[in-house]
């Protein structure tokens, strides 16, 4: 049972679009939610941390937002840039020591 | 200023051989993480550990073993190596718990063959 989920795998939109990444989890008891970027041959880098009491946080280009009622949250790229292009990985924290991710967004900007 | 380190970047193994994998960070990090990243499968957590001397184990402890003797580092090991521990290896570090919103930084992963 995977507790979180990520639609779709795999994601290629021309340069300059406006785009969602969507990732959805079962248990709504969760302290936080990240999204992560990661580049092939690199670990991940942190992009947006989104507090459990919060609804969305902002990072210039990058909007992410929180919905635990019905356990989406989506992160929203504006006018992306072939540069945007990596996986996306969200994770929700559950405790002290507990980070549980999806499978990730494969997302390709073509120019 | 290094971040996390992960030695070696690569390694291929014979199944029973073993070896250690080495993370040093260098920001004073309490908390330190092992993960596999499996194609499918998202990180998984292996071993934790919150401080010198602590380790603890995660969602996929079996096989592997580590130890935090030093604060800048922590080591994981494989005793027996099998096929199925092939994977993409990440460590990572934070200053405080997971809950206090504060990041973990990530090294640049080991890609383990096991054969």
């Known amino acids: 049972k995977q507790e979180v989920t990520q639609i779709p795998a795999a994601l290629s939109v021309p340069e300059g679009e406006n785009l969602v990444l969507n990732c959805s989890f079962t248990?709504?008891?969760?302290?936080?939610l990240q999204w992560f970027r990661q580049d092939p041959g690199k670990g991940l880098t942190s992009l947006l941390l989104i507090q459990s009491s919060q609804r969305e946080q902002t990072s210039g280009r990058l909007n992410a937002s929180l919905d635990k009622s019905s356990g989406r949250s989506t992160l929203y790229i504006a006018a992306s840039q072939p540069g945007d292009s990596a996986t996306y990985l969200c994770?929700?924290?559950?405790?002290?020591?507990?980070?549980?991710f999806g499978q990730g967004t494969r997302l390709t900007i073509n120019p | 200023n290094a971040g996390v380190t992960q030695t070696p970047k690569f390694r291929v193994l014979k199944t029973g051989q073993s070896m250690t994998l080495l993370c040093a960070q260098d920001m004073n990090h309490e908390y330190m993480y092992w993960y596999r990243q499996d194609p499918g499968m998202g990180l998984r957590l292996i071993h934790y550990?919150?401080?010198?001397?602590?380790?603890a184990k995660g969602e996929v402890p079996d096989g592997y073993n580590v130890s935090r003797l030093k604060k800048q580092n922590f080591l994981l090991g494989l005793e027996s190596a099998a096929p199925s521990q092939t994977s993409v290896y990440f460590c990572?570090?934070?200053?405080?718990?997971?809950?206090?919103?504060?990041?973990?930084?990530f090294g640049d992963g080991t890609r383990l063959s096991i054969l």
């Open positions: 550990s919150v401080g010198e001397g602590t380790t």
């Open positions: 990572a570090s934070s200053y405080l718990p997971l809950y206090s919103n504060q990041p973990q930084h």
């Open positions: 994770a929700k924290i559950q405790g002290a020591q507990k980070l549980v």
């Open positions: 248990d709504s008891a969760i302290y936080n």
